[in-house]
C-alpha cells in the first residue's frame, strides 16, 4: 500500500470519528438541555404552586378574619341593642310595682320566698309603697305576728324586723339570722335572673323583623319568680 493511499484511509477514519464524536456530544448536549428545561419547568411548576398555596392560605386567612370582625360587630350591636331595652325595661319597674297585677302577685311571691328561708328570726325589707301588703301577707303566712317599734316591726313567730327600705329596688328582701342566706324578691332582680331567655326571644324578634321589639307596658304581667343568693347579706349579686 503506498504512502499516499494510506493517509487517504486515516484521513477518512479521522472523518468518521470526528462525526461519531460530534453526534454524541450533540446527542448529550440535548439531553443535558431537555433535562435543564424539565428541572427548570419542575421548580417553575413548584414555585406556582408554593405561590398559590400562599395567596389561597392568606385569603382563607383574610375571610376569616373579615367574618370575625363581622361576627364581632353582630354581637357587640345585639350586646348594644339589648342592653337598651334592658335599661329601658328597668326604668319602667317603679310603676309596675304600683301595677294592681303586681300587688295582686306579691302575697304569693313573698309565701314562695319565705318557704325558701329556714329558720328564726327573718329580716324583710320591701320597698316604699309595699309597706302594707307585705305586712299583711306576713300576718296571713303567720310568719310576721309581733308589735312594730320605730318603724321596724318585730315578730313573734319568724320575723324578726321588717322595714320600709327606701334605698331596695321595687319589690322586697328576705335575709336569715345569720346573713348567709338572702332572697331577692324585687322587680330589678327577676329581670336579672329573665335576662338570658328574654334575650335569646328579643334577638330572634330582631332578627326576623329588623328591629328592636317593643319595650312591654308597665301595667303588663311583671317577672314573678325570687331570687335566692347565699353569702350575700347585702342582697346585690
Known sequence: MSLERML???????EERREEVVERARAEAEAIVAEAREEAEERRARHRADVEGEARARARIGIAEARRRARERVLTAR??????????TGELLSDAASSDAYRELLPG?????LAHVAGEDL???CSPGL??????????????KGETRGGARVAADRVATFE???????????????????VDGTLEAALRRLRPR???ELVSRIEDHGGL?????????????????????????
Open 8 to 14: 487517504r484511509i486515516l484521513r477518512q477514519e479521522a
Open 164 to 182: 320600709v327600705d327606701s334605698s331596695l329596688a321595687p319589690g322586697f328582701r328576705i335575709t336569715d339570722s345569720d346573713g348567709a342566706l338572702t
Open 198 to 200: 328574654l334575650s335569646v
Open 213 to 237: 321589639p317593643t319595650v312591654p307596658e308597665a301595667g303588663g304581667r311583671p317577672p314573678a319568680p325570687a331570687e335566692t343568693e347565699e353569702g350575700d347579706p347585702g342582697g346585690n349579686p
Open 79 to 88: 350586646t348594644e341593642a339589648l342592653d337598651e331595652v334592658f335599661r329601658e
Open 123 to 125: 329580716e324583710v325589707r
Open 109 to 113: 311571691l313573698l309565701t314562695s320566698a
Open 131 to 144: 309597706q302594707e301588703i307585705v305586712e299583711a301577707a306576713l300576718a296571713e303566712t303567720g310568719a310576721g
